[in-house]
Nanobody, 118 residues
């Protein structure tokens, strides 16, 4: 059973930084990638960034510059560093893992709340 547990969210002032963590368990060799998504209040869930098992990273165009995704394979953990936080970064940040040798299956964490005050 794949489980993803996010942490690291909280209330921060604009201009500050946060590092979100996502610990994965129950994954196997079919793990392809892990990623972060953000859902602002009243809006759709938007893709932020993805990192493959090989370490290749991709970012949504609007997220480039202040967001950095990384992983620690030994700890089965993916991180999202967010710098120079802005009030519009407020939302629930979700971690997603994609597994499957042929067809990809997505697994989601429960999310961690980030609130940025101006």
């Amino acid at each position: 059973q794949v489980q993803l547990v996010e942490s690291g969210g909280g209330l921060v002032q604009a201009g500050g930084s946060l590092r979100l963590s996502c610990v994965a368990s129950g994954t196997d060799s079919s793990l392809k990638s892990m990623g972060w998504y953000r859902q602002a209040p009243g809006k759709h869930r938007d893709w932020v960034a993805t990192i493959t098992t090989g370490g290749r990273t991709n970012y949504a165009d609007s997220m480039k510059g202040r967001f950095t995704i990384s992983r620690d394979n030994a700890k089965n953990t993916v991180y999202l560093q967010i710098d120079n936080l802005k009030p519009e970064d407020t939302g629930v940040y979700y971690c997603k893992a994609t597994l499957g040798k042929i067809v990809g299956y997505d697994y989601w964490g429960q999310g961690t709340q980030v609130t940025v005050s101006s």
